[in-house]
């Protein structure tokens, strides 16, 4: 009975430290916890003041991209060297290709929807581009770009409808 007696006198001496010691390993827990996430908030921070001027910088490239590709000012801007029409198409792809193969690298600093509406843009001009020279076949290039500027001149080119999604993205930002 002795034995019993001097079990339950250790056990009632170390119950106290066993409940300080996890009450305490509870504690350091949540506040190491809380420590990691104000850390990783001070360098998520941090990381957003560099990589935001870099993402504005990015939307201001393909922002000229856009504007570069638009047919509207593609036209005026590549003039035809010659009045065959599959010469002046050719040059007009190779002059968007060019223009979108320079800015690859922006898509880092896009979000995918905004890339992809860029890269549809980018699509579907070189198809206008396309029909206009098939439907322009038989006349000269200067023909085409006139068929060209009278096709866009009352519509939204897909340029111009990606540029708006670029903006609102950007307002996004703030």
């Not at 009450?23 to 921070?45: C, M, P, S, V």
Request: aromatic share 10%; with cysteine; glycine share 2%.
């Amino acid at each position: 009975m002795e034995e019993a007696t001097q079990i339950i006198s250790y056990v009632a001496y170390l119950l106290p430290a066993i409940v300080v010691g996890v009450i305490a390993y509870y504690f350091f827990k949540g506040h190491t916890a809380n420590e990691e996430g104000r850390r990783r908030y001070l360098i998520q921070k941090e990381a957003q003041n560099k990589i935001l001027p870099m993402r504005l910088q990015a939307y201001e490239r393909i922002t000229l991209l856009l504007e570069r590709i638009d047919p509207n000012k593609l036209l005026i801007r590549v003039k035809p060297f010659a009045d065959e029409v599959d010469k002046y198409e050719m040059l007009l792809i190779k002059n968007i290709e060019q223009e979108f193969d320079h800015n690859l690298t922006q898509q880092i600093y896009l979000t995918p929807e905004c890339w992809n509406l860029v890269n549809a843009a980018k699509n579907a001009t070189i198809h206008v581009i396309r029909q206009a020279a098939m439907h322009e076949k038989d006349n000269t290039a200067d023909h085409m770009r006139e068929w060209l500027l009278r096709n866009f001149m009352e519509e939204n080119t897909p340029s111009q409808k990606a540029l708006l999604y670029v903006k609102k993205e950007v307002g996004e930002l703030y």
